[in-house]
């Protein structure tokens, strides 16, 4: 049974970094696409980046140039590096993990999601 952990998050200024850790425990980590997904308040949860068991990589436009995924599989953690965050950045983050699909940005690939961790970026 896989089971997610994330962590980093906090209020910050626009223009400040946070740095965001998901631990895995369970299961393979090395063989999951690992994928990050936010949302706002009063939003639906939407894509945000996703990284493959070979390090190939996927962004959301929005957070293209800015954000960075990676991933340590000797400690069964995957990153997101948030840089120059702005308002519009606000929103509960969310680590998933899947298995057995392409890398893609629809949730439907991922089976196992975190409990999520807030950022809130003020202007």
């Known amino acids: 049974h896989v089971h997610l952990v994330e962590s980093g998050g906090g209020t910050v200024q626009t223009g400040d970094s946070l740095r965001l850790s998901c631990a895995a425990s369970g299961g393979t980590f090395s063989s999951f696409t690992m994928g990050w997904f936010r949302q706002p308040p009063g939003k639906e949860r939407g894509f945000v980046s996703a990284?493959?068991?070979?390090?190939?990589?996927i962004y959301a436009d929005s957070v293209k140039g800015r954000f960075t995924i990676d991933r340590d599989n000797s400690k069964n953690i995957v990153y997101l590096q948030m840089n120059n965050l702005k308002p519009e950045d606000t929103a509960s983050y969310f680590c998933?993990?899947?298995?057995?699909?392409?890398?893609?940005?629809?949730?439907?690939?991922?089976?196992?999601w975190g409990q999520g961790t807030q950022v809130t970026v003020s202007s």
């Open positions: 998933a993990a899947g298995t057995g699909w392409p890398l893609g940005t629809d949730p439907w690939r991922f089976g196992v």
């Open positions: 990284i493959d068991w070979g390090n190939k990589t």
